[in-house]
């Protein structure tokens, strides 16, 4: 199994990232998706999730900003993050939800520089 994170970067407060999630050696439909994240010295958290058929689930405090959206044909899941602030600053991984200790990757750092 493999989860291809990309998009993350250094960017400042008030910008925008795509991050985006290939997944291959998985089944990806009807598997529900999501987005995590680990700040530094935090424990890691869930960002978003989405059902194959739409349904969407956001972690606490995490809605407005985030959007999360899936390509079922791609085996992609992406999460659109608007208006960062620095204490967005974390790795980003994807995995299915409830996740697969196995499926953990390197994820994608986002750093956001006030």
Do not use: H
């Not at 608007?82 to 980003?92: H, M």
């Amino acid at each position: 199994v493999q989860l291809q994170a990309s998009g993350g970067g250094l960017v400042q407060a008030g910008g925008s990232l795509r991050l985006s999630c290939v997944v291959s050696g998985s089944p990806f439909t009807p598997t529900r998706w999501g987005w995590y994240r680990q700040a530094p010295g935090k424990q890691r958290e869930l960002v978003a999730a989405m059902s194959s058929g739409g349904s969407i689930n956001y972690g606490d405090s995490m809605k407005g900003r985030f959007t999360i959206s899936r390509d079922n044909a791609k085996n992609t899941v992406s999460l659109q993050i608007n208006s960062l602030k620095p204490e967005d600053t974390a790795v980003y991984y994807c995995n299915r939800v409830p996740p697969i200790t196995e499926y953990w990757g390197r994820g994608t750092l986002v750093t956001v520089s006030s």
